[in-house]
């Protein structure tokens, strides 16, 4: 019976199949399909902006201006993006996971409509406005996406479908890649159609999600609706006894009940989520501080320099972005089997293999005459690196290390850290192409060093266990406030930290170990029958939380 239920938890149901099929197309699509979508045709935008500026003013366009005019555009993207990233939590605490998806579409359809008619209204103002909304799309969904799939599946799917929003990332970007052709709609009559495309999945997602379920831990534990909740888990697992899993989701809502939205600040005071929070902003930094935006920024330059024609660099670029969707699928299917920590280390580790080659092939390009060809294995093997673990792991990993209460600020954190190093990179890497060369990439090799070894130092294996049990693991490193500690007693009406799946009480001859809710008053009912009140030395507490528990 044990082994059914087990089997059963596994499952892959066309209802969630279908959900995270129109979570991640309806909104991962749209990132990185904005991503890439100006880049082709970007000599015909700027071209489009003389010819404004010229109608308006009878003069053309200074070349400070254009460029100042063309960095706003690219630049208000990931501006946006942070952004959108400040916003998840309110949305996500209100409107629910799902509900939050669906307002986002806002951000998608009218930016869409606006940039296909930018030509017709002769504004380039108005590209730039759609670039902020179409980037604050992308910072709602590249942080919510991740939190509602992690929510809806079972335990042994959710490394799978939490790389999923990376997987329709990285279609996304290929899409637009293809699109931007200049065969296709890189022209001077076709760059508003591929900028507008961006609305139709949008509108898919607006029209099919309603039809799915809301996130059964968002049901029970912030709404407090467990019939629903129930509901939710069995249209999800296709069958009715859902028991195990909501008694799970139970002990999470029961470890939760003084903890409330825990806001941002407060999450960056609480000691007990210290490592977990430390780890998200690493990741996020690493994934984006790694080179990875500066690899493709200088990969035309690398293709240009291994004798590719001009022309065909579009195509060598959609190529890339092909084995980029490739190597993405291949972890969809792996990360299971081989755990987020070892794709993590895989991937950083490569990456940092790729940049101190590519260093080195850059420097010497032009006194070996194949060292340009071994700069463009170093650029599929950076891409590979990235595709395998930094790309798509730690926006899942932040799914995993937080509890309910904590998740949403955790996400705005970890999201705002993410497109704040993305508009970094973009903003300072071509004055250090400038002034490094071909060296550039030696910061981004020192970044991945750093990176993997505190992964290697740090970062625990999630794959295979409950959002309790992981949090159980970063308790050994969360180490007590003693001060605060020493001065409790066992009848003490005072607030603690407290979280049922990390506290842990050791006393000094090591006797009571506490893992249970429902085991703490008994204790402390003891303590207190028999006069005996711990104090340091002669007992110590080991308390890690992320909520405050009144004492009784």
């Known amino acids: 019976m044990e082994k059914e239920d087990q089997e059963k938890t596994g499952k892959l149901t066309l209802v969630l199949a279908l959900a995270t099929f129109l979570a991640a197309f309806g909104s991962s699509f749209q990132y990185g399909y904005n991503v890439a979508a100006v880049n082709s045709p970007s000599e015909f935008m700027q071209q489009f902006y003389n010819d404004t500026y010229y109608d308006r003013n009878k003069e053309n366009i200074e070349s400070f201006t254009l460029t100042l005019l063309w960095s706003l555009t690219v630049s208000m993207f990931p501006f946006g993006g942070f952004i959108g990233s400040l916003m998840v939590g309110f949305l996500v605490n209100n409107l629910g996971r799902k509900g939050a998806l669906l307002f986002n579409n806002i951000f998608s359809i009218l930016p869409a409509i606006l940039m296909g008619c930018s030509k017709i209204a002769k504004s380039f103002e108005i590209i730039i406005a759609s670039r902020l909304l179409v980037g604050i799309c992308a910072g709602i969904s590249s942080n919510v996406v991740p939190m509602y799939l992690g929510e809806l599946a079972p335990k042994n799917l959710r490394g799978a479908l939490g790389v999923v929003p990376q997987l ?83 002990k999470e809502d029961e470890a939760e ?54 022309n065909d660099v579009q195509y060598v670029t959609a190529g890339t972005g092909a084995v980029n969707v490739f190597m993405t699928m291949v972890t969809v299917f792996v ?137 159980q693991i970063f308790a050994k490193k969360n180490k007590p406030c003693h001060k605060a500690e020493e001065q409790a007693t066992w009848g003490d009406t005072r607030s603690v930290n407290y979280q049922l799946s990390t506290t842990v009480f050791c006393l000094a001859n090591k006797t009571d170990l506490i893992t249970s809710y429902q085991d703490i008053p008994v204790l402390c009912e003891q303590r207190k029958a028999t006069g005996v009140t711990p104090r340091s030395p002669a007992a110590e507490w080991l308390v890690s939380s992320e909520q405050d528990l009144a004492w009784r």
Request: proline share 5%; with cysteine.
């Open 168 to 250: 329709f990332i990285t279609v996304g970007i290929l899409v637009a890649q293809l699109f931007g052709l200049r065969s296709v709609l890189a022209s001077e009559e076709g760059w508003p159609i591929l900028l507008g495309l961006t609305g139709v999945p949008a509108g898919l997602q607006l029209l099919l999600l309603p039809f799915f379920p809301e996130s059964p831990r968002y049901l029970l534990i912030q709404k407090k609706n467990e019939s629903a909740a129930e509901k939710a888990l069995q249209t999800l697992r296709g069958w009715k006894d859902v028991d195990m899993e909501m008694e799970e989701i139970r």
């Open 257 to 310: 009940k003084a903890a409330g939205f825990i806001s941002v600040w407060k999450l960056f005071r609480m000691q007990s989520l210290r490592w977990q929070l430390i780890s998200t902003i690493v990741l996020m930094a690493g994934q984006q501080l790694s080179g990875v935006n500066a690899i493709y920024y200088y990969a035309d330059q690398i293709y240009l320099s291994a004798g590719v024609k001009s």
């Open 335 to 471: 990360v299971e089997l081989w755990g987020r920590r070892n794709l993590l280390l895989i991937g950083f580790s490569t990456c940092l293999t790729a940049c101190i080659v590519l260093t080195v092939a850059l420097a010497l390009q032009n006194t070996i005459s194949w060292m340009p060809y071994v700069s463009i294995v170093c650029v599929i093997v950076y891409v590979i690196g990235h595709a395998v673990g930094p790309s798509p792991i730690p926006a899942l990993f932040i799914t995993e290390i937080f509890l309910q209460s904590s998740r949403p600020s955790a996400y705005m954190i970890g999201g705002s850290v993410h497109w704040l190093s993305n508009f970094i990179v973009g903003l300072i890497f071509p004055f250090i192409q400038v002034g490094l060369g071909p060296y550039s990439f030696i910061i981004f090799a020192i970044i991945c060093l750093l990176t993997t070894i505190y992964i290697f130092m740090v970062v625990p294996e999630t794959k295979g266990r409950t959002f309790v049990e992981i949090n």
